[in-house]
């Protein structure tokens, strides 16, 4: 998006309708753990990759949707263990926070004022995006807005 790169390629996840044999992992074990790792404090993505290396009670999980059938957000909006600010878009900001920070400290950085526009702009089409749904209507991005939420979690 803000680069000069034509963007990036790869390989697509095979298709598959049901989990491998050698995972039989019961759902309702795979989403106590998820709701498990969640308190502990992972997000929706370290969720995933947890249950991928470690599983449940030592099997690993490949596919957390195909075996449960619900999407690891959709467990954690289930028994209320979300969070207040989709996980891309605190991680964003925390960049953005940092970028700032380091920006007042080193003003004749000119790559990082930069990167610091970029990212900032990312945030806001963001905030757009998610607006109304996961954040409130009147919601609007700003240095001190980001810090006080990211403070509070």
């Known amino acids: 998006m803000h680069t000069r790169r034509r963007g990036s390629s790869g390989s697509d996840k095979p298709s598959a309708d049901e989990p491998p044999e050698w995972s039989d992992v019961d759902p309702e074990d795979i989403e106590d753990r998820v709701v498990e790792l969640a308190e502990q404090g992972y997000e929706p993505s370290q969720i995933g990759m947890k249950l991928r290396d470690e599983g449940v009670t030592g099997t690993p999980v490949p596919d957390v949707k195909l075996a449960t059938g619900k999407k690891i957000t959709e467990i ?35 790559q990082n004022k930069r990167a610091l526009q970029n ?7 963001l905030v757009d995006y998610y607006r109304g749904d996961e954040l409130e209507p009147d919601f609007a991005y700003s240095y001190e807005v980001a810090t006080e939420l990211l403070e509070d979690e």
């Open 76 to 110: 954690l909006e289930e028994n209320d263990a979300t969070s207040d600010i989709p996980e891309d878009l605190r991680n964003l900001m925390e960049r953005a926070v940092r970028l700032r920070e380091h920006v007042q400290e080193n003003p004749q950085d000119h």
């Open 119 to 125: 990212t900032e702009s990312k945030v806001r089409r």
